[in-house]
Each structure stands twice: as structure tokens, then as C-alpha cells.
């Protein structure tokens, strides 16, 4: 009875297990696009987050004390006009959001500080999201020097590259009107 039990169990087991077979995902990642599945665009997708809103689900006029309780990183500073979070990539870059609020602690703008190790991917993330607020909010203005849009519900989003001897990035400014 033991030896029977045993073979039906080995049977089972070798019938429903498959080494070849793929991983979640594996087969979507290896159909889409290159561009797509670059390093740039997962930090970007990682930045913006889920949510409505700006970014990481939060908009222009939200409560500050709203916004520290959803927020799912780590705070570093907290000022009387901001407060701000972090986080590092596997790549140890570093991203740093700035929260920036008005008399009546709701919010009034956002700092993204986007820092990378190489002017390549400086130039990666720029390209990421230039693509990302072009689709949101159409063919970015220029007049300031740096690529602005205007945001759906009033303001701007301005992006100002920054690469040079010694750093590579982005600040990012959402700017209420």
C-alpha cells in the first residue's frame, strides 16, 4: 500500500511540474518593445507611482498630513515649506520628492531630484520622462530654455537637466499657478 501510495504521489509530482516552463512575465517582457523595458522606465514608473493625481497619487491643493500618511518611502527632512522623501535604486542612485506646501499645509508644488551615476543614464531618465509628460500633456514649450508643460488642471511640470563634471540628472518642478 505504501509503495502504491508513493508512485501515484511521484506520478503527481513529475506530472505537474514543468522545468521549461516560463516565469510570470518572462514572455510579456520578451515581446514588448525594447524602449520599453529599459532600467529609465522603471525608475520612472517607480517615481510617478500609482495612483491619480501629479504623482504618487497626490494633487495640487491635497492636505500635507494626507500626504505623509500615504507616502510609502522614506521621509528625510521635514521643513516649515516641505517635506521630503527618498529612496536609492539597486544602482544606488537616488531620487528625493519634495512636498511643498502653502500657508495652510496644502500642498503647492513638488521637487523631484533625480540623481544618476553616468551622464548616459542622465540622458535615459531625461528621455523617459520627456516621452511620459509629452503623451500626458502634449508637445512640451520651451521658452523658458527647459522643457515645460501645461498640466491638465492648471500649472506647469518643468524639467531642467542637470549634467555636468560631477552630476547627472533631473530636477523636476510641478508648479501651481
Not at 544606488?92 to 523631484?112: A, H, P, R, S, W
Not at 544618476?116 to 500626458?136: C, P, Q, R, V, W
Request: aromatic letters at 10%; glycine letters at 8%.
Amino acid at each position: 500500500m505504501k509503495i502504491k501510495y508513493f508512485g501515484i504521489v511521484l506520478v503527481l509530482t513529475l506530472a505537474c511540474s514543468n522545468p521549461e516552463e516560463e516565469r510570470p512575465g518572462e514572455k510579456l517582457a520578451q515581446n514588448l518593445p525594447e524602449q520599453v523595458v529599459t532600467s529609465s522606465n522603471k525608475l520612472l514608473t517607480k517615481i510617478i507611482g500609482k495612483g491619480d493625481g501629479l504623482i504618487r497619487g497626490v494633487k495640487f491643493g491635497d492636505d500635507m498630513f494626507q500626504i505623509k500618511a500615504s507616502e510609502t518611502i522614506s521621509q528625510f527632512e521635514e521643513e516649515a515649506d516641505h517635506v521630503g522623501f527618498t529612496f536609492d535604486t539597486r544602482n544606488l542612485e537616488t531620487v528625493d520628492i519634495l512636498y511643498y506646501q502653502d500657508n495652510n499645509q496644502k500642498l503647492n508644488g513638488i521637487q523631484l531630484d533625480i540623481y544618476m551615476n553616468s551622464e548616459a543614464s542622465g540622458k535615459d531618465i531625461l528621455k523617459a520622462f520627456t516621452e511620459y509628460y509629452t503623451a500626458l500633456y502634449g508637445k512640451p514649450i520651451t521658452d523658458i530654455g527647459m522643457p515645460t508643460w501645461n498640466l491638465t488642471n492648471g500649472g506647469k511640470v518643468i524639467i531642467k537637466p542637470v549634467i555636468n563634471k560631477f552630476d547627472h540628472g533631473l530636477q523636476i518642478n510641478y508648479v501651481k499657478d
